[in-house]
């Protein structure tokens, strides 16, 4: 679940990605040599532009167990052996190859061939070279097939760094089954930089690098085991739901689909989350599906406009078996394609007003401490000693005051001016003023007074002094309470990346931190006054403890609703279900606004007997990303979008044409 009131719109399109996103390959290793090596890399302004190096893997260790060679070969024409698979047991073998040229050198008398599964080195003696051929004149990333032999180096001569290292194979016969042009866009070498930009436009070349190959291979491991464990295990039913539905009141901003009907349309679904419930109805009790889902935002690092998710609903449940399902499913599919050693212990509990008070966010990276502290309650009794500034902020509606100590903060902040910028440039990120303080822990006795006079320097100081030693940091900010924890929250992540950026030595704790977040308000307040909109969705069910506020004091109700988190993403959501007609008709219409007829179809369905129900769905392109330690979503996605859903390969999304205006009754405006 985002929490994202009190955020501009810069924020949260480019900020949060501060919070979840890995863009040091420091908190992907978790080990100091990975902390030193991101010194070599490019620095964060490069990474920011796409101009980054793959960082290294933080779990999946980068390639998937090896296809028995036998399998990959099957039903193929052009190759015998993948090239990959040949070692000193195949020496004296015949043997047929294709892939992609992806070197060469001394007049084309030596070349590496790669195919999806490895690379091989090709021998041309000149004995058997044939003038056809023209090696000479065979541009890279052309793809070739070959016959030869298989033979052991020359002494002296193997690569250990490659798999095949110990042999070659020296060429008999040759064919060209496609020449590439001499100037290509990408260059498929290793070290070798790309922009962002170029990896989007000439995605079919970005795909050759092994980097993307592992990864996408994994997800497919990765979905074939949840499948498997659902399927076989749990007797679960994969069931197709329709992607072409009717807007969903309540819900993100939806893609419209023009019908040949005027003035009716379609909607791309944002989940299956009504089918799903409806399937509870009609009996399919124990359900999942791998969903394409779309909803019209802006693409950024960890979200796209189309994304995968797996969808699990089951009846007759609750909130506990919903989560020891998952726990089950995903510690499963973890020990069988990342980590065997995975510890055997259930996830934390964490509840989400503790969550907000100690980490400003509902997923928090719990690998590090550097808690929030909050120091209001030592300057309450003098607020009115505080200054104009601070004393109306911390006065007004759910006004706090908290700070943060970053241990050794002095080795990323060295000086007043670089933690002055740091402070102005956070500010900047929220639409609502606040106070936002910063300064290093001196050696002597006096502390900076943070503009305030004597008596309130001292309050502060009381609380934190004892939990802070020179050459510390400190961090300090007042404003609504939300607002200020969600700053600091952003803050404490900046630190954690900047220590280890700057001393080379890890902040965070060896992973993976799975930890289930609990217990959210099912209602926050709308954009309009005295207007309520869901937390999560309209058809979570209130909380038990709770039900007796539903419709008294909704803003205090808690949610049956639960998030998955890993090392700071939001890897998996659910909730509970509403399965009550008349409770579900009125929070539409009372509490929501919403006009149950947009609905009808689900409260006559729960009106024919609807069991409990509940579920769950895995962001999967997340999952993946966290696994890999990848820096975006991107990196795990075949064909991602890029920002403002813009598609640079194909020029999607493109003018419709009169022909389709036509057909769909649509009149375009003209182009500002």
Same mark, same amino acid.
């Given at each position: ?6 955020f501009?719109?810069?924020a ?10 890995f ?13 030193k ?20 893997p ?5 390639a998937?167990k090896p296809l %028995?060679?036998?399998v990959?070969? +099957? ?14 047991t195949? +020496?004296?073998?015949q ?12 007049k084309a ?9 490895g ?7 000149? *004995? ?5 051929w ?8 052309s ?11 020359p002494?002296g001569?193997?690569?250990p ?18 020449k ?5 866009p990408?260059?498929?070498r ?5 922009? *962002? ?9 970005d795909?050759?690098?092994?980097e993307?190959?592992?990864?996408l ?9 949840m ?10 039913? *994969? ?5 072409l539905?009717k ?6 901003q939806e ?21 799903k419930? +409806? ?13 394409r889902?779309?909803?019209?935002? $802006? ?8 994304f995968?998710?797996l ?6 449940t ?7 399902l ?6 499963q ?6 980590q065997?050693?995975?510890? !055997? ?6 509840k989400y ?5 100690d ?15 909050n ?21 007004a509606?759910d ?17 007043k ?22 300064f290093?822990?001196?050696?002597c ?5 943070l503009g ?5 320097a001292?309050?502060?100081? $009381? ?37 280890e950026?700057?001393t ?17 308000? +099912? ?9 309520l909109k ?7 069910q209130p909380?038990?403890e709770?039900?007796h506020?539903l419709f ?11 998030d ?7 890897i ?7 399965h009550? $007609? ?12 919403i006009?149950?007829?947009?609905l009808?179809?689900?409260l ?5 007997g ?41 020029? !999607?999304?493109?003018?419709m044409?009169?022909? %389709? ?12």
């Amino acid at each position: 679940m985002l929490l994202r009131r009190g955020f501009s719109r810069f924020a949260r399109d480019r900020g949060t990605t501060t919070v979840i996103g890995f863009r040091n390959p420091a908190r992907c290793a978790g080990t100091e040599a990975a902390v030193k090596s991101d010194s070599k890399n490019v620095d964060q302004k490069k990474r920011e532009r796409g101009q980054f190096e793959v960082p290294p893997p933080k779990y999946f260790a980068g390639a998937v167990k090896p296809l %028995d060679p036998k399998v990959t070969n +099957l039903y193929v024409f052009h190759r015998t052996h993948n090239c990959g698979e040949l070692r000193k047991t195949h +020496l004296g073998q015949q043997v047929t190859l294709s892939g992609w040229v992806q070197f060469h050198r001394v007049k084309a008398k030596f070349m590496v061939l790669r195919d999806s599964y490895g690379s091989v080195q090709l021998i041309f003696s000149e *004995e058997k070279v044939k003038p056809e051929w023209d090696i000479e004149n065979i541009s890279l990333e052309s793809v070739i097939q070959v016959q030869g032999t298989v033979l052991c180096r020359p002494e002296g001569q193997q690569n250990p760094n490659m798999p095949t290292g110990d042999i070659e194979v020296e060429v008999e016969d040759f064919e060209l089954l496609s020449k590439a042009k001499s100037e290509l866009p990408i260059t498929v070498r290793e070290q070798v930089k790309i922009t *962002e930009l170029n990896r989007m436009t000439y995605r079919y070349m970005d795909l050759r690098f092994p980097e993307m190959q592992s990864r996408l291979r994994f997800r497919s491991t990765i979905l074939s085991e949840m499948r498997k464990f659902l399927g076989e295990k749990c007797g679960f039913v *994969e069931v197709e739901t329709p992607t072409l539905f009717k807007r969903t009141p309540g819900g993100a901003q939806e893609f419209i689909v023009p019908s040949r009907m005027p003035g009716k349309c379609y909607t791309l679904v944002q989940s299956p989350q009504q089918f799903k419930q +409806l399937l509870m109805v009609g009996g399919i009790d124990r359900y999942f599906q791998v969903a394409r889902c779309y909803r019209d935002e $802006s693409a950024r690092p960890d979200r796209q406009l189309e994304f995968t998710q797996l969808d699990i609903e089951l009846s007759f449940t609750n909130q506990q078996g919903v989560m020891d399902l998952a726990e089950d499913l995903i510690s499963q599919c973890w020990r069988l394609t990342v980590q065997p050693d995975l510890p !055997a212990h259930r996830f934390p509990v964490l509840k989400y007003d503790n969550v907000l008070n100690d980490y400003g966010t509902d997923k928090p990276d719990t690998r590090f401490d550097m808690k929030i502290k909050n120091i209001f309650e030592v300057i309450k009794l003098i607020v009115d000693s505080c200054s104009p500034t601070l004393r109306s902020i911390l006065t007004a509606k759910d006004g706090t005051l908290a700070a943060i100590v970053v241990p050794k903060g002095q080795n990323a902040w060295p000086s007043k001016s670089s933690l002055a910028k740091l402070v102005k440039d956070q500010l900047q990120l929220f639409s609502i003023p606040l106070w936002l303080k910063g300064f290093q822990v001196p050696d002597c006795s006096s502390w900076p007074n943070l503009g305030e006079n004597e008596q309130v320097a001292n309050a502060i100081r $009381s609380k934190l002094g004892p939990l802070s030693n020179p050459g510390d940091v400190i961090l300090i900010a007042a404003g609504p309470k939300f607002e200020a924890l969600s700053l600091l929250g952003r803050l404490r992540v900046i630190a954690a990346d900047e220590l280890e950026k700057a001393t080379g030595v890890a902040v965070r704790c060896q992973g993976p931190n799975f930890l289930w977040i609990v217990d959210f308000p +099912l209602f926050e307040s709308g954009e309009e006054p005295d207007t309520l909109k869901p937390t999560h969705h309209p058809f979570t069910q209130p909380h038990p403890e709770d039900a007796h506020l539903l419709f008294t004091d909704p803003l205090k109700v808690r949610g049956q609703h639960y998030d998955l988190v890993l090392d700071g993403w939001e890897i998996a959501g659910g909730s509970v279900r509403i399965h009550n $007609s008349s409770i579900q008709r009125r929070v539409l219409g009372e509490l929501l606004k919403i006009k149950p007829h947009s609905l009808h179809h689900m409260l006559e369905a729960f009106d024919s007997g609807c069991p409990p129900h509940a579920g769950i769905a895995f962001g999967i392109d997340r999952l993946i990303a966290v696994a890999c330690g990848a820096p975006s979503i991107r990196d795990v996605i075949a064909f991602p979008k890029a920002a403002g859903g813009r598609d640079p390969m194909s020029g !999607a999304p493109v003018d419709m044409t009169k022909e %389709d205006q036509l057909l769909y009754h649509i009149n375009c405006l003209p182009k500002d």
